[in-house]
Protein backbone atom coordinates (compact mmCIF):
# COMPACT_ATOMS: atom_id res chain seq x y z
CA UNK A 1 0.00 0.00 0.00
CA UNK A 2 2.67 2.37 0.91
CA UNK A 3 4.46 1.80 -2.53
CA UNK A 4 1.04 2.58 -4.65
CA UNK A 5 0.88 5.71 -2.35
CA UNK A 6 3.98 7.10 -3.18
CA UNK A 7 3.27 6.38 -6.83
CA UNK A 8 -0.08 8.30 -6.52
CA UNK A 9 1.76 11.25 -4.92
CA UNK A 10 4.81 11.55 -7.78
CA UNK A 11 2.25 11.27 -9.86
CA UNK A 12 0.31 14.42 -8.68
CA UNK A 13 3.26 16.47 -8.09
CA UNK A 14 4.16 15.96 -12.14
CA UNK A 15 0.21 16.70 -12.94
CA UNK A 16 0.43 19.91 -10.45
CA UNK A 17 4.06 21.80 -11.55
CA UNK A 18 2.46 24.91 -10.30
CA UNK A 19 2.27 23.44 -7.05
CA UNK A 20 6.04 24.12 -6.94
CA UNK A 21 5.47 27.51 -8.43
CA UNK A 22 5.31 30.37 -5.38
CA UNK A 23 5.04 27.53 -3.07
CA UNK A 24 5.67 23.89 -2.07
CA UNK A 25 3.98 20.43 -3.16
CA UNK A 26 3.07 18.99 -0.05
CA UNK A 27 3.58 15.18 0.87
CA UNK A 28 1.32 13.38 3.53
CA UNK A 29 -0.04 10.66 4.44
CA UNK A 30 1.19 8.34 6.97
CA UNK A 31 4.62 8.76 8.77
CA UNK A 32 4.71 5.59 9.85
CA UNK A 33 3.04 2.95 7.51
CA UNK A 34 3.49 -0.18 9.79
CA UNK A 35 2.58 1.60 12.53
CA UNK A 36 -0.15 2.66 11.19
CA UNK A 37 -1.56 -0.50 10.08
CA UNK A 38 -1.08 -1.83 13.00
CA UNK A 39 -3.84 0.41 14.41
CA UNK A 40 -7.42 -0.12 15.51
CA UNK A 41 -8.91 2.10 14.50
CA UNK A 42 -7.13 3.99 11.90
CA UNK A 43 -7.42 7.49 12.22
CA UNK A 44 -7.11 10.10 9.04
CA UNK A 45 -7.01 13.47 10.24
CA UNK A 46 -8.38 15.23 6.64
CA UNK A 47 -7.16 19.24 7.58
CA UNK A 48 -7.19 22.26 4.83
CA UNK A 49 -3.35 22.89 3.99
CA UNK A 50 0.49 22.93 4.86
CA UNK A 51 2.83 25.50 6.43
CA UNK A 52 5.96 25.99 8.11
CA UNK A 53 7.81 23.37 5.63
CA UNK A 54 5.51 20.79 6.80
CA UNK A 55 5.40 17.56 5.40
CA UNK A 56 3.12 15.28 7.23
CA UNK A 57 4.68 11.90 5.56
CA UNK A 58 7.61 13.00 7.62
CA UNK A 59 8.34 11.60 11.41
CA UNK A 60 8.17 14.21 14.05
CA UNK A 61 10.87 14.59 16.56
CA UNK A 62 8.13 15.60 19.65
CA UNK A 63 4.70 16.85 19.78
CA UNK A 64 4.59 20.25 20.36
CA UNK A 65 2.41 23.46 19.65
CA UNK A 66 -1.49 23.52 19.23
CA UNK A 67 -2.02 21.40 15.82
CA UNK A 68 0.19 18.18 17.04
CA UNK A 69 -1.38 18.55 21.29
CA UNK A 70 -4.73 18.44 19.66
CA UNK A 71 -4.37 15.49 17.05
CA UNK A 72 -2.91 13.40 20.15
CA UNK A 73 -5.83 14.26 22.33
CA UNK A 74 -8.53 14.10 20.17
CA UNK A 75 -7.02 9.89 18.53
CA UNK A 76 -6.99 10.00 22.13
CA UNK A 77 -10.52 10.17 22.89
CA UNK A 78 -11.32 8.15 19.96
CA UNK A 79 -9.14 5.08 20.70
CA UNK A 80 -10.10 4.98 24.03
CA UNK A 81 -14.26 5.45 23.53
CA UNK A 82 -13.56 2.58 21.30
CA UNK A 83 -12.35 0.41 24.07
CA UNK A 84 -14.81 1.92 26.57
CA UNK A 85 -18.00 3.23 24.90
CA UNK A 86 -19.46 4.16 28.31
CA UNK A 87 -16.26 5.51 30.00
CA UNK A 88 -15.64 8.93 29.69
CA UNK A 89 -11.44 9.74 29.16
CA UNK A 90 -9.69 11.34 31.63
CA UNK A 91 -8.21 14.70 30.10
CA UNK A 92 -4.62 14.68 29.72
CA UNK A 93 -2.20 17.27 30.38
CA UNK A 94 1.00 17.83 28.19
CA UNK A 95 3.10 15.39 30.33
CA UNK A 96 0.44 12.38 29.78
CA UNK A 97 0.02 13.49 25.86
CA UNK A 98 3.64 13.38 24.92
CA UNK A 99 3.98 9.63 27.55
CA UNK A 100 0.94 8.11 25.74
CA UNK A 101 2.13 8.74 21.96
CA UNK A 102 5.48 8.06 22.67
CA UNK A 103 6.59 11.22 21.92
CA UNK A 104 4.92 11.78 18.53
CA UNK A 105 1.94 11.33 15.85
CA UNK A 106 3.06 8.63 13.32
CA UNK A 107 0.59 6.84 14.57
CA UNK A 108 -2.38 8.47 12.57
CA UNK A 109 -2.60 9.98 9.17
CA UNK A 110 -2.78 13.69 7.83
CA UNK A 111 -4.14 14.99 4.29
CA UNK A 112 -4.23 18.22 3.30
CA UNK A 113 -7.01 18.89 0.78
CA UNK A 114 -4.71 21.86 -0.67
CA UNK A 115 -0.96 19.93 -1.40
CA UNK A 116 0.12 23.40 -2.32
CA UNK A 117 2.12 25.42 0.51
CA UNK A 118 1.57 28.64 0.66
CA UNK A 119 2.61 29.40 4.05
CA UNK A 120 -0.36 30.97 4.64
CA UNK A 121 -1.18 30.81 8.49
CA UNK A 122 -4.92 31.60 7.69
CA UNK A 123 -6.72 29.34 5.03
CA UNK A 124 -9.34 30.54 2.48
CA UNK A 125 -12.19 28.15 2.36
CA UNK A 126 -13.16 29.17 -1.24
CA UNK A 127 -8.94 28.38 -1.98
CA UNK A 128 -9.48 25.07 -0.11
CA UNK A 129 -12.23 24.02 -1.90
CA UNK A 130 -11.03 25.25 -5.43
CA UNK A 131 -8.59 22.59 -4.67
CA UNK A 132 -10.64 20.00 -3.16
CA UNK A 133 -12.68 20.25 -6.99
CA UNK A 134 -9.15 20.52 -8.69
CA UNK A 135 -7.96 17.62 -6.90
CA UNK A 136 -11.21 15.50 -5.76
CA UNK A 137 -10.02 11.94 -8.14
CA UNK A 138 -6.92 12.42 -6.69
CA UNK A 139 -7.71 12.97 -3.06
CA UNK A 140 -10.31 10.10 -3.14
CA UNK A 141 -7.29 7.89 -4.73
CA UNK A 142 -5.53 8.75 -1.76
CA UNK A 143 -7.40 8.39 0.88
CA UNK A 144 -8.80 4.96 -0.20
CA UNK A 145 -5.03 3.96 -0.54
CA UNK A 146 -4.19 4.71 3.10
CA UNK A 147 -7.53 2.92 4.19
CA UNK A 148 -8.94 4.30 7.42
CA UNK A 149 -11.71 3.65 9.54
CA UNK A 150 -12.24 7.30 10.80
CA UNK A 151 -11.75 10.29 8.72
CA UNK A 152 -11.83 13.37 11.06
CA UNK A 153 -12.87 16.41 9.15
CA UNK A 154 -10.79 19.33 10.80
CA UNK A 155 -13.10 22.02 9.51
CA UNK A 156 -13.15 20.11 5.84
CA UNK A 157 -16.58 18.43 5.68
CA UNK A 158 -17.78 20.47 2.43
CA UNK A 159 -14.34 18.94 0.92
CA UNK A 160 -15.02 15.31 1.79
CA UNK A 161 -18.60 15.54 1.98
CA UNK A 162 -19.16 17.75 -2.05
CA UNK A 163 -16.39 17.39 -3.58
CA UNK A 164 -14.32 14.24 -2.78
CA UNK A 165 -16.80 11.55 -1.85
CA UNK A 166 -19.83 14.11 -3.43
CA UNK A 167 -21.37 11.19 -5.45
CA UNK A 168 -21.92 8.62 -2.18
CA UNK A 169 -24.59 8.05 0.04
CA UNK A 170 -24.30 9.22 3.46
CA UNK A 171 -26.36 8.32 6.58
CA UNK A 172 -26.04 10.72 9.63
CA UNK A 173 -25.56 9.08 12.80
CA UNK A 174 -25.53 12.03 15.29
CA UNK A 175 -25.19 15.90 15.85
CA UNK A 176 -25.10 18.00 18.63
CA UNK A 177 -24.77 21.68 19.32
CA UNK A 178 -23.39 21.94 22.72
CA UNK A 179 -20.45 22.67 24.13
CA UNK A 180 -19.80 23.01 20.09
CA UNK A 181 -21.34 21.83 16.62
CA UNK A 182 -20.02 18.63 15.17
CA UNK A 183 -21.42 15.72 13.60
CA UNK A 184 -21.35 12.14 12.85
CA UNK A 185 -21.98 10.11 9.72
CA UNK A 186 -21.26 6.86 8.25
CA UNK A 187 -19.81 6.45 4.86
CA UNK A 188 -18.31 3.77 3.16
CA UNK A 189 -18.42 1.77 6.62
CA UNK A 190 -16.42 4.64 7.54
CA UNK A 191 -16.84 6.89 10.92
CA UNK A 192 -16.66 10.65 9.46
CA UNK A 193 -16.66 13.07 12.06
CA UNK A 194 -17.56 16.84 10.79
CA UNK A 195 -15.21 18.78 13.64
CA UNK A 196 -13.10 21.80 14.29
CA UNK A 197 -10.15 22.61 12.89
CA UNK A 198 -6.82 20.94 15.04
CA UNK A 199 -5.75 24.41 15.69
CA UNK A 200 -9.17 25.91 16.59
CA UNK A 201 -8.48 28.51 19.49
CA UNK A 202 -11.84 27.87 20.85
CA UNK A 203 -10.55 26.16 24.17
CA UNK A 204 -8.99 22.70 24.40
CA UNK A 205 -11.53 21.45 27.28
CA UNK A 206 -14.40 22.59 25.03
CA UNK A 207 -13.28 20.81 22.21
CA UNK A 208 -12.14 17.62 24.25
CA UNK A 209 -15.85 17.45 25.89
CA UNK A 210 -17.79 18.19 22.73
CA UNK A 211 -15.81 15.40 21.31
CA UNK A 212 -16.45 13.15 23.86
CA UNK A 213 -20.44 13.72 24.12
CA UNK A 214 -20.67 13.48 20.61
CA UNK A 215 -19.13 9.75 20.32
CA UNK A 216 -20.97 9.02 23.70
CA UNK A 217 -24.47 10.23 23.47
CA UNK A 218 -23.91 9.32 20.15
CA UNK A 219 -23.05 5.62 20.31
CA UNK A 220 -21.29 5.55 17.16
CA UNK A 221 -19.20 2.91 17.52
CA UNK A 222 -21.78 0.71 17.37
CA UNK A 223 -22.66 1.22 13.78
CA UNK A 224 -19.01 -0.36 12.52
CA UNK A 225 -17.28 -3.59 13.01
CA UNK A 226 -13.78 -2.94 11.79
CA UNK A 227 -10.86 -5.56 11.91
CA UNK A 228 -7.27 -4.95 11.44
CA UNK A 229 -5.77 -5.74 8.24
CA UNK A 230 -2.28 -6.46 6.33
CA UNK A 231 -1.61 -3.27 4.08
Known sequence: MKNKHDVLIQKWMEQRPEYDVKGEFCWDGPSDWKRWCN???RILFLVK???GGYHPCEPIKSISGPFQLNIARWKYIIRDLYE???????ELDESDIKDKSQNN???IAIVEVKKKNEEWKRSDMKDILGYAN????LLREQID???PHIVLCAFTIDAYGDYIYGNDDWQLLHSITE???ARCFKHMNRLVIDYYHVSNPSGVKLLFDALC????EGKVFSNFHWMKKIC
Do not use: A, V
Not at 134 to 137: I, L
Open 84 to 90: HPDQCPK
Open 179 to 181: PKK
Open 49 to 51: EPH
Open 213 to 216: KLIM
Open 134 to 137: RDQD
Open 105 to 107: NDD
Open 145 to 147: LID
Open 39 to 41: QLP
